[in-house]
């Protein structure tokens, strides 16, 4: 009896130990420098371990090990598939390559131009959430006259009012830091009004000068630090060639 305990103690060692599996390798930066104080961790476990001085690592593990990720302070985050004593090499993080760790919420002031140049703007707030793949609400404006009904005949003076008002709303897409894709829609409203000699306005929409329609907005945002730069257009109107309404805008991500 005795001796089978022993064979069945020495038979479930044997297993444990061909179970187990050594990940290890070392961790430097770019010129070959060996980084200590990295954390090493088996993807899809707990189990992980902090580089020596030299920069080596080594983790006994039973669980099925096909990747390391690799974590330091200052530096891109590194996932790599587990080879013999691998090398793993970490880039210091910058502006440019740095990937968003988390969602966060976007405020941005933003400017439509539905006129040629930048006169005449209509102004209003972007609010959005972005990570890799994010949402907005977007709505400019600008004020509108009172204007009467057109009518063929009238008097004017040869002078004009317009007022732009766009609503849209869409999705944001990370293109690689530090650029972003906004693609959305929405309505948009258009308003031209000629003014009469006695001193009121005179409606334009039977003109096509004028318009209430469905608008597609679509553009590009770039990320510096926790700022948001973005510029694109919105496409609008009634008519057979539809307007392009430029719009630009800065914000922050926090």
């Not at 891109?76 to 880039?91: F, G, H, R, Y």
């Not at 740095?98 to 006129?115: H, T």
């Not at 409606?203 to 945002?221: E, V």
Request: glycine letters at 12%; one cysteine or more; proline letters at 4%.
């Amino acid at each position: 009896m005795k001796k089978l305990f022993l064979l069945t103690g020495l038979l479930m060692a044997s297993l444990i130990a061909s179970a187990q599996q050594v990940v290890s390798g070392t961790v430097t930066d770019k010129d070959g420098n060996p980084i200590p104080g990295a954390k090493v961790e088996i993807v899809g476990s707990t189990e992980s371990c902090i580089t020596e001085l030299d920069g080596t690592y080594s983790i006994e593990t039973t669980a099925p090990a096909k990747k390391v990720r690799v974590q330091y302070a200052g530096m891109q985050t590194a996932v790599k598939k587990i080879k013999p004593d691998m090398v793993v090499e970490l880039s210091n993080t910058n502006w440019w390559n740095a990937k968003p760790d988390k969602y966060r919420w976007l405020l941005s002031v933003q400017g439509a131009f539905p006129e040629a140049g930048v006169s005449n703007p209509s102004l209003g707030l972007m609010v959005g959430r972005v990570k890799n793949i994010g949402w907005y609400v977007k709505g400019v404006y600008s004020p509108r006259e009172s204007a009467i009904d057109y009518y063929s005949g009238a008097w004017t003076t040869g002078k004009d009012t317009r007022s732009f008002i766009g609503a849209t709303g869409g999705v944001i897409f990370r293109l690689g830091s530090p650029f972003h894709l906004y693609v959305g829609g929405g309505y948009a409203t258009r308003q031209v009004a000629w003014e009469l000699a006695n001193g009121k306005y005179m409606d334009t929409k039977d003109l096509d000068l004028s318009y209430d329609s469905p608008a597609i907005d679509l553009g590009i945002m770039m990320k510096l630090g926790n700022f948001m730069l973005n510029a694109g257009t919105m496409l609008a109107g009634d008519g057979e060639s539809p307007d392009f309404v430029g719009n630009f805008g800065i914000g922050y991500c926090f």
